[in-house]
């Protein structure tokens, strides 16, 4: 049975998190290196566009986490801790005192670094300052060899959807070619 299909009946043609049954699409849990429906969820294209832009939340759509927290799923447990971290109210407080991630999944909900305190956060910047976001695009400055391979990852190249090293400022990950490759902040650009 393919992915969609699994997602779809797992979920009841629903999304997960809010149980909205309009214009639904499968979301990749983003900073997880694990592939497959452990981290995969049914979402709505308000849940999606939410979880993707903190400056989009609108904290009453999320009181639906009051339910879905207790999802028998990963990918929607983790979402939910995430959104939980990301609006801070009274009552997302409450939820998380409330909610219970076994240890592996609360690792993995972490990974986006929410529910840290701000000044325990890693910070990426790119050559000029700006701070790097997961999900952004940046340019090489600079051409790079790849090390273990006789590549060279020319400037100019646009590497597309980074991710960011929770424990490392200086390092951000991205494919360069074919190739998911670390690369060194102090040699990018934010696009």
């Keep these: 049975m393919s992915l969609e299909r ?14 909205s ?24 294209h308000v849940c999606t566009e939410q979880m993707g832009d903190s400056d989009k939340i609108e904290a009453n759509h999320w009181r639906c986490l009051n339910d879905s927290m207790w999802s028998e799923h990963d990918a929607v447990k983790i979402m939910a801790w995430r959104m939980l971290n990301r609006i801070k109210d009274d009552w997302t407080q409450d939820l998380l005192g409330m909610m219970y991630l076994e240890e592996d999944t609360l690792e993995l909900a972490k990974a986006s670094g929410d529910g840290e305190v701000e000044e325990d956060k890693v910070i990426h910047r790119d050559v000029n300052g700006v701070i790097l976001n997961n999900g952004d695009s940046v340019v090489l400055i600079k051409d790079l060899k790849v090390k273990g391979s006789s590549m060279v990852a020319k400037q100019g190249v646009a590497v597309r959807n980074i991710r960011l090293d929770r424990d490392n400022a200086e390092f951000i990950e991205g494919k360069v070619g074919p190739t998911l490759t670390v690369i060194i902040t102090k040699y990018v650009k934010k696009l």
């Design 6 to 19: 699994e997602l779809q009946q797992r979920s009841s043609s629903k999304c997960e998190l809010c149980t």
């Design 21 to 44: 049954e309009e214009k639904l699409a499968s979301y990749t849990v983003p900073d997880i290196k694990e592939n497959g429906l452990k981290t995969v969820l049914s979402a709505c």
